[in-house]
């Protein structure tokens, strides 16, 4: 399958080592070894992205931007194939694109101490900092309504409606706690109608392995534009709060290994408002704790909607798995909304509110 992909590009198979590459859940990609010259190849997959021309074009508009105006900032772009385009596609294998490897870089699968943390903010903070007077409405949703809240509720309430009774009425404790959080779907749709909410030029997919780490932990720059889409601030801030702040993971069935670590917190604060604290509005900045409560129980609305519709939309690994996962999540906005007026604190120091 490979070969006519490389050779679109004009790399001959048989003199390149061909190894897999991270643990993305979406796409595949490979790493590819020809001498020297390293490139990282990936098939898009087109079930989740409908239209991967779409990322393509997202990805050259800020790029473009980005080196007219700053030109030392480190942007990974794909490579032309032979024929001149940025996606190669043959009916048979689908959609493919090559990026150049940067030499020295590592990707990290799980935050290991706070200072990963500050500088994967501060990668995602500035990223939308330098692309913050750019002309967002010319980018294209890669993802539709990929973080609309009220959809998911909506979604969440079809599936109560529909889904199968016997997992519903197990799930009884997750949809009580569904159900009792829904002001945050309420603040949600005050944000969108608000225009002290800014509409920005979004990453929407901050886990920390979508930072490239160099020598000594430095962070270099942000990968995976997949998702680089119009958004809130919200998205970018509340997939960090998901994912740094517990020692656990999504997939931990010992809840009580979930907790809210400050000291992670604090690093996301002041790497991320480091780059946009002249950037964001005070109402913007007051929802700094609100992001991660958004993120975490959309999330965990999506675990518990896919449950109750007999895992149709992630699939389970074993029986109950997203009942699990929408529980760990559900534990972790309630350890979240404990902590919440002490990290309002936090936020309110930093920012001088």
């Known amino acids: 399958m490979l070969q006519t992909v490389l050779q679109a590009y004009g790399i001959a198979e048989s003199q390149v080592d061909i190894k ?7 796409n595949h990609t490979w790493l590819i070894s020809n001498g020297k010259p390293q490139y990282i190849l990936q098939r898009i997959n087109d079930l989740v992205f409908k239209n991967p021309e779409a990322i393509s074009h997202n990805v050259n508009a800020a790029a473009n931007y980005l080196q007219k105006l700053y030109p030392d900032y480190l942007f990974v772009t794909s490579i ?9 596609f043959d009916q048979e294998n689908g959609y493919f694109r090559l990026s150049p490897f940067i030499q020295n870089s590592r990707t990290i699968d799980v935050v290991e101490d706070p200072q990963q943390a500050f500088k994967a903010a501060v990668q995602f903070g500035r990223l939308t900092k330098l692309l913050s007077e750019f002309n967002v409405s010319s980018l294209k949703f890669t993802l539709a309504d ?9 979604q969440f309430e079809q599936a109560l409606a529909e889904g199968n009774s016997a997992r519903i ?45 160099g020598e000594n932990n430095k962070g270099l720059c942000v990968i995976d534009l997949d998702t680089l889409m119009p958004g809130y601030f919200i998205s970018d ?23 809210i670590r400050e000291e992670y917190f604090l690093a996301i604060l002041e790497g991320y408002l480091g780059e946009l604290k002249d950037e964001l509005s005070d109402e913007e900045k ?48 309630s350890k979240l909304i404990e902590k919440e007026e002490r990290l309002q604190e936090y936020v309110a120091d930093f920012c001088s509110l």
């Open 146 to 154: 990929f973080h609309n809240l009220s959809l998911r509720y909506k």
């Open 286 to 333: 007051k929802h700094f704790v609100y992001a991660g409560k958004f993120m975490i129980y959309m999330q965990a609305l999506r675990f518990l909607t896919d449950y109750l519709n007999n895992d149709l939309y992630y699939g389970a690994k074993y029986e109950g798995h997203n009942f699990v996962r929408a529980g760990n999540q559900f534990i972790l906005l």
């Open 80 to 88: 032309k194939t032979l024929s001149d385009r940025d996606i190669y």
């Open 20 to 26: 897999p590459f991270g643990n993305g859940l979406i």
């Open 237 to 259: 801030v509340g997939d960090m709060l998901r994912t740094y702040l517990s020692p656990v993971s999504e997939e931990e069935k010992n809840f009580a290994k979930i907790e």
């Open 169 to 213: 009425q197990q799930a009884e404790e997750l949809i009580v706690a569904a159900t009792s959080n829904k002001s945050i779907v309420d603040t949600f749709e005050k944000i969108i109608g608000n225009p002290l909410f800014k509409i920005r030029a979004t990453h929407h997919d901050t886990k920390i392995s979508n930072v490239l780490f």
